[in-house]
């Protein structure tokens, strides 16, 4: 099964998104932001339900931090 991680599917409410992502963050500290992004990818995962994509996610995430 092919996972397609490169397509825009939120469109112009990603903005929105990111806005409402870095205002989440506002006030806490590393350690406590770090806990909320945890957070949110372990309840995005269950949103997904599809370990494939979740695995191909992992990878794709990832290849920024290879070298």
Known sequence: MMIDLGSDRLGPSGDLFYAELLQVHEGLSP???ARLNVRMVL???????NLDALRAALAKAKERFER
């Open 43 to 49: 309840l995005l995962a269950n949103q997904i339900g």
């Open 31 to 33: 350690e406590d932001s």
